[in-house]
């Protein structure tokens, strides 16, 4: 059994800061791609950042220069600090994780639970 759990989300100005966390815990063999999604109000979710295991990261335009995508992967843990935030950033914030449960290579993909973020003042 695979669980991702977020924390860190909550209210913030316009402006603002905050720090996302994702921890992958179960039983896992390795965990190649993590990420963040988001999805506002009335709009399909949408992908914010991507970090593979070796370290290429992928990120929306929307975000470039303001938001930053980093990993532990002794911790299987995923981090998007999100800085000069603005009311557009408003959303349910997702994380995802394509991993392998054993050798054989199939990858499978976890989402977590979500965790809202608002940005208003």
């Known amino acids: 059994q695979v669980q991702l759990v977020e924390s860190g989300g909550g209210l913030v100005q316009p402006g603002g800061s905050l720090r996302l966390s994702c921890a992958a815990s179960g039983s896992i063999y390795s965990i190649d791609t993590m990420g963040w999604y988001r999805q506002a109000p009335g709009k399909q979710r949408e992908l914010v950042a991507t970090s593979t295991r070796g370290g290429s990261t992928n990120y929306a335009d929307s975000v470039k220069g303001r938001f930053a995508i980093s990993r532990d992967n002794a911790k299987n843990t995923v981090y998007l600090q999100m800085n000069s935030l603005k009311p557009e950033d408003t959303a349910v914030y997702y994380c995802?994780?394509?991993?392998?449960?054993?050798?054989?290579?199939?990858?499978?993909?976890?989402w977590g639970q979500g965790t809202q973020v608002t940005v208003s003042s």
């Open positions: 995802n994780a394509a991993l392998q449960l054993d050798t054989r290579g199939y990858v499978y993909t976890y």
